[in-house]
Every structure is written in C-alpha cells, then in structure tokens.
C-alpha cells in the first residue's frame, strides 16, 4: 500500500507518494500564491506526484491541513486561507482518487505522528509512550500521539497548545484568551516584543540572526519565548505524562539560542518526580514530519 | 460482581461494597489517627464492610489513594502516610480477598471516573467524551476519563493539574515549579495569602465563611484561586478537547462563592470555538466520587 500524502500549510502545500515502509517515492512543494488559488494549488501539487507515482499505485489520502477543521466532516477553513471556509478538502482530494480512503487531521497532530513513526523515537523498541509535537512558526500548534496513536478529541481540537495561558498579566490573544503562548513564543510575537523594546529589525529570521550574533534585545526575545514554551512543555507533561517531546517549526530552526533557554528553564522547573524522564528534542524531520504524518493516518490505520 | 471499593485519603480511610448496578450495599470511614497507624486504619475500614458483607461475595477489589503511587508494581506514597513508602497496597489487600482482581489508580482519578460513571453525566446517553475530574481540597488533584477510560498516563501520573504554572511570577511550590495552581488555589494556599493580607482566621473553612460574609479579604481569595483554576481549566480543555469538567473537594465545597467567579473567568477567556460546549459543575456525588470510581477500576474493567 502506498499513500498520497498532502500538507495544507498556510502558505505552501506539499504532497508526496509515501510506501508503507516510510520511504518518500516522489515529493512536491507549491507555494500559494494569493488567497484565492487554493484550488489551483492543490491540483497542482497533487498533479506533480501523480506524474511521477501512477494514481493506480496509490491505495489511499492522508490528509494534514492547517485549522481550524472538523473531522468528522472532512471540512477545512485555514486561517490564512480566507477562501476556504468549511472547505470540503476531504470530498475533493476523495474525487481525484475515487474509491480510496481519505483521512484527515491537523497539521500538527500529523506532525507529532510523523515523528513519532518516523523521527528521533521511530526505533520501535524506543517510541515514545506519550508524546508532543509543536510546530512553533507564524504560530503555535501541537498534537499528541498516545500508545501510538494520536489523540485528537471529540471535536478533533485536541493539542491547542499555543492558546493555553502562561502569562495571566500578559498580552490579549486574538483568540479571546490573555497571555497565550503565541503571544509571545510565535514568530510575530517575538518580533513584536522586540520591536516595543527598540529592536529594529524586520522579521524573526533577522532576530534570530541578531540572537546568535549576541543582541540583548533579540537574545531576550528569545530567552522569553523559551520561557514561555518551558510552561507549555511542563504543563502539558503533568498532564499527559509525557515521556517526549519534539519541536518543530521556523522559530524552532533558530536552534540553540531558543533550545538551550527552553532546556535550562524546564531542568529548572522539573519538580515531578516522574517528568525527570522527559525528553525534549528538536525535530529530526524537518518539514517532512507533517507528510508522513498524514501517511502514517493512513498507512497504521488499522493499529490506531 | 459486588466489589470492595477502597479510598486512601490523607486524613482518613473510606470502603464500600458497590454492586454493578452502583449500588452501595455498605460504606464505612476511619480516621487516620496518627502516621504510624495506617495499617490498622486499612484492616478496620475492610472489616467494617466484611462484617456487612460476606467476603465471599466481593468478587475484586478497587483503590483510588492518594499519591504519589505506582500503580504498575502496586505500590503507593501517599504524602501525609510517611509510614508508607513504596507501600505494596495491592499485596496487602491482596492478601484480604485473595484470589480477587485488585487495581489501583489515584484518588482524583478515580473522582473522575466515578463522576464520569454515576454522576451528573451518569446518563450513558449524556455521559462525556473527555472530562477532567478535579479534587481542590488540601492539594488540587485530577484524572481524565478519555471515551470512558481513565487516561492514567505511562508512569500512572497523569493529571497531575495541581501542579502547573499559573503564574510564572507566584510562589514557589514544594513541588519545584512556580505559581503552581496548588500554591493558589488549595485550602492552605488560599489562608496563606489571606493571612499575608491582614485576614486573621483559622483555616480555609473559616475563610469561606468570611467570604460569605463579605469579608473583603476572603472574597479576594476565592476569586484569586478561582482565576487560577479558571486557567487550569481552560489549559487543560485546550490540550484534551474536553467537553466536561467536575470539582469537587473541601475548597469546591464552598458552593457559589467559588464558582460564581470561576465560572466568570472561565467564560471571559473562552476564545477558542471547540470550547464553548464546556461544562464546569461542582461534583454530584460529594465523597463517594471517589469510591464509585475505584469500583468502577473493577466493574467496568472489560471495557477500560
């Protein structure tokens, strides 16, 4: 069996042909250009494979979309895809390969599963138990796998992980709550802090350029960021008892400058006896932890 | 199968025969009088059931304690019972009915799975999908019932709610974090700031009453913790997806003064969509939550 997986980001779509035994037989990447071609850029990217892996080859859809989405209906309305609101991406990904099953979860929770199958844990005698994935970029998002399967709720919410509380006197969130993760650990919310306290630069690569040549403000922005994500972190393992957590996303990629702060400020706030055991690695996937992700929906369907 | 229910509380010990239906056809409680006499203690709550009920009839034995535990060796640490270390429960009761099923999960995990079995949601037709169960008495506890099973976590030490940072600038806690929901929102955490506050009562009893009253000083500190366990609420609803969430406990006892307020912080930082359907009610069982729970380990275990 081998799967058609597709990656809805905010900005690009990414598909790729994906065997049982995780290796990728063709990859594809297309930008999105402007709110209205989403349609256009679907049919493209999933042209690019198909010419490349025969449709008759391919045995089933995996689907990792950016939210909100429901599920259970097989709906999509990505944030900065302002044209598709309760978008029937599953019916229309379903009509291109008629007759296959198609299935559907969020783009970080296909994160955490293509890590968990596929990343640092994917030696099956040292998979995770409980883990985390967080995509930290233009925002903040996560997902659980559980024994192996992820765990994605009754309304298939489960994992927001970038609006949960960590600074009560904090910023407002335009998702109604007040100091949430994202205010302050996302890209924008980086930028943001640092430009209020004189930094001049002009997005969060150039902070985190500014960071690692030794710029207090930038280095604060990140220290702080890493504070933040340290909560999050610990929260969610007194929680889930996680025994891993993996860190992707743009702001992840800055690499030491954000994981040494967020590693000393967990190791400093550990007090559980059973999160001693946590670890917390950067992702081992890079962008392609979503895609086999979203194969894995389809290609462990039978042991989730 | 009539079961030999077993709660191991700090200050004092309660058992009870429940038939499957959920009927309680004998209940008793012991105090613990004294660290050293927790042995005694356990082999007189049995044997005020035993004498009501025939051994031969209690067909498995169920225990929710207080933690910390390990619920894979059978062994448990219950914080104020510094007699027991690593005491082996399960052996112990074990050796009482032997030959019976025995199964062990913390307190605040078995209130959960009790309200979740035979309280407000007790209508299967109604019952949650994901509900967070949490105890706010001397500590703050919880446990999650995931599609009715208990999520225990891999170490057994999931929900451990009492201590996640809500204020990164708060106390420390005992536990090692800071600004842990416990240090604000606990019976002694709320006399504790209270009393820094000029307010001059007993204990956390006496606080409710002034809040009652209207005493200023005790007001501000059921609001104060209810903020703080709006924010776990609200945190854990996030990561879970939950749909219900039941408190009981000495604190939550305090009836409106507490959830009025709670209730209000909750509502004021509801952004997210999925989490509009959340309920948050006072428990419906008072102390026999947890009773109910620890039989259901037993009862329900064909399906957990």
């Given amino acids: 069996m081998t799967v058609l997986a597709v990656d809805i980001g905010g900005t690009k779509f990414a598909a790729a042909a994906v065997a049982p035994d995780g290796e990728m037989l063709a990859r594809a990447e297309v930008p999105l250009r402007g709110p209205e071609s989403a349609g256009r850029t679907l049919s493209e990217v999933v042209r ?7 449709p008759g080859r391919l045995d089933g859809i995996g689907i990792g979309s950016a939210g909100p989405l429901d599920p259970r209906r097989g709906t999509v309305s990505p944030v900065n895809i302002p044209a598709w609101r309760d ?32 990343g640092l844990t994917g030696d099956p ?99 702080r960021a890493a504070g933040a994500l ?3 972190v610990l929260t969610a393992s007194a929680l889930f008892d996680l025994d891993h957590v993996v860190i992707g996303g743009g702001v992840a990629a800055a690499g030491p400058i954000l994981f040494d702060p967020l590693r000393q400020a967990i190791e400093r706030n550990t007090g559980l006896g059973f999160l001693r055991r946590l670890r917390v690695d950067p992702t081992s996937l890079g962008r392609d932890a979503g895609l086999f992700g979203a194969a894995a929906l389809v290609l462990l369907q039978d042991s989730l």
Avoid: K
């Fill in 87 to 118: 978008f029937p991406l599953v019916d229309a990904l379903g009509e291109t390969l008629p007759g296959r099953p198609v299935r559907l979860a969020g783009d970080a929770q296909c994160m955490a599963l293509g890590e968990w199958w596929r």
């Fill in 48 to 54: 690019r494979i198909t010419e490349r892996v025969a």
């Fill in 230 to 232: 340290a909560t999050a």
């Fill in 125 to 223: 005698a040292g998979r995770s138990r409980a883990m985390l994935g967080m995509v930290v970029s233009t925002g903040v998002g996560g997902g659980f796998v559980l024994d192996g399967v992820p765990y994605v709720g009754p309304t298939g919410n489960a994992g927001h992980i970038g609006h949960i509380t960590v600074d009560p006197g904090g910023d407002p969130c335009p998702c109604g709550g007040v100091g949430c993760v994202e205010t302050v650990a996302s890209g924008p919310g980086m930028v943001r802090w640092a430009a209020a306290n004189g930094w001049t630069g002009a997005d969060a690569r150039a902070l985190a350029a500014d960071a690692r040549a030794g710029h207090p403000t930038a280095v604060h922005a990140f220290r």
